[in-house]
């Protein structure tokens, strides 16, 4: 089953922003340890991105840090992710995924929960 569904990807030249989203269930995202997003390119292993866990502490791969921002509103149950001044390296497709366990760990577990994936192509 999706249990996450992931939005807001597309093409942008480089330098310019996109906002990506990931939709769950109430219960996902209140019963989730750690959100997070992962990308993947062509031939190139799934690479973690960015997570945020339930006290709201992020964490940032080198390569976005200061140029990518996660949050989160469980109100609405949405997964954000804020990208800007993007670069050609950053194309990729980006999934979202929930973790149950203690903490952003549990994103490795073979229960945590991936949305499908959005394709992201950043362009010269």
């Known amino acids: 089953q999706v249990q996450l569904v992931e939005s807001g990807g597309g093409s942008v030249q480089a330098g310019g922003s996109l906002r990506l989203s990931c939709r769950g269930s109430?219960?996902?995202?209140?019963?989730?340890?750690?959100m997070g997003w992962f990308r993947q390119a062509p031939g190139k292993d799934r690479e973690r991105v960015a997570t945020?866990?339930?006290?709201?502490?992020?964490d940032y791969a080198d390569p976005v840090k200061g140029r990518f921002t996660i949050s989160q509103d469980n109100a609405v149950t949405t997964l954000y992710l804020q990208m800007d001044s993007l670069r050609p390296e950053d194309t990729a497709m980006y999934y979202c995924a929930a973790g149950f366990g203690s903490d952003c760990s549990s994103l490795r577990d073979n229960s945590a929960y991936w949305g499908q994936g959005t394709q992201v192509t950043v362009s010269k």
């Open positions: 945020i866990d339930r006290d709201s502490v992020t």
């Open positions: 109430q219960l996902t995202f209140e019963s989730s340890a750690c």
